[in-house]
């Protein structure tokens, strides 16, 4: 039995279904009865309904288990408490295989988040426990929190369109998770980085350009207007007025759903408090730095096929929502 923590979540949910199709048995932890059904689509063969900063619920969804992937949700700030019990629990259990979801550049000392991941790194390492640590680039899958307002032409994000972007396919991690715990000889007490291209979002928008058929514009919304919206409406006000002038108001349905759905993207409202800073604080370096991709030649090791490029991951979804260009 495999132990899948964040098994609803943008990786989770492929691995599931990547290690079901392999008729490997999986538990999925989730946080409630609608994950859970999620979750048994997906072909978990059982589902334990728990919080990871709980005492005792993550250890009592490691029983009986052989393996665990780990990932903690992104408004989790103080992950190293949770990764503490973990290594205890997974002691007591004494599983074969510990494989943890990490960042990419978790040395960043300006990112909590990423310095966070570092730590868990470290006591997972020392731990003495069969443990590979999967390091993801930035998710390509990221900009389409902003997915309503492609139709309008925008690609918008609370960066720069300037910062260079390491990135990779949510389903090659998965894919990689998955194959790294099918056949995990070779990979214990190893450390990879998953990442497929570095791109700017100007170049993201050439690409979307070609995919959809429709020019597209890569937008700098401020970091900031994550928490206060109204910092938006200049520079994105301005981009949705050209948008209702080129498109002759064709646009406007597109961007009424996008003001309707992008401010709580992802839940993001609901957050913690310091999760919504840290993520705040995440996207003010991004804007300004960047975030580099991680070493190419790790992700062929671990994943049995050849990585997504940015443009067929664009294809695959503009395909799913009926709009590839002819």
Not at 200 to 227: K, Y
Request: glycine share 8%; hydrophobic share 40%; net charge neutral.
């Amino acid at each position: 039995m495999i132990l899948v923590t964040s098994a609803a979540g943008g990786v989770g949910r492929p691995l599931v279904r990547g290690l079901a199709a392999n008729e490997r048995d999986v538990r999925a932890f989730v946080k409630n009865e609608e994950q859970a059904q999620r979750s048994k689509a997906d072909g978990a063969t059982d589902i334990v309904i728990g919080d990871l900063r709980q005492p005792g619920d993550l250890e009592t969804a490691l029983r009986g288990v052989s393996q665990i992937y780990h990932a903690a949700p992104t408004q989790l700030v103080n992950e190293l408490p949770v990764t503490e019990r973990l290594i205890a629990a997974a002691r007591a259990e004494r599983l074969d295989h510990v494989v943890f979801h990490s960042v990419i550049h978790p040395d960043i000392a300006e990112l909590p988040h990423h310095r966070q991941k570092l730590l868990a790194e470290g006591v997972l390492r020392e731990s003495g426990l069969p443990v590979t640590i999967l390091r993801p680039s930035h998710y390509m899958q990221n900009v389409l929190d902003f997915w309503d307002f492609f139709g309008a032409g925008l690609l918008p994000y609370p960066t720069s369109p300037e910062s260079r972007m390491g990135v990779v396919d949510v389903e090659d991690i998965a894919a990689s998770a998955a194959n790294v715990l099918t056949h995990p000889e070779g990979h214990i007490g190893k450390t990879y980085d998953l990442s497929a291209v570095e791109l700017d979002r100007h170049e993201m928008a050439r690409i979307w350009s070609r995919v959809l058929g429709h020019p597209m514009t890569a937008v700098r919304l401020p970091p900031e207007s994550l928490t206060n919206p109204l910092l938006a409406v200049g520079p994105f006000g301005a981009a949705i007025a050209r948008s209702l002038v080129s498109t002759k108001l064709r646009s406007v349905p597109h961007i009424i759903r996008g003001l309707r759905a992008a401010p709580n993207a992802r839940g993001f409202r609901s957050w913690p408090a310091d999760a919504q800073d840290t993520y705040v604080q995440m996207m003010k370096y991004y804007d300004v730095h960047g975030l580099p991709a991680g070493n190419f030649d790790d992700l062929p090791k671990v994943l049995a096929r050849p990585a997504t490029n940015y443009e067929q991951f664009a294809r695959r979804i503009a395909s799913a929502h009926g709009l590839i260009a002819p």
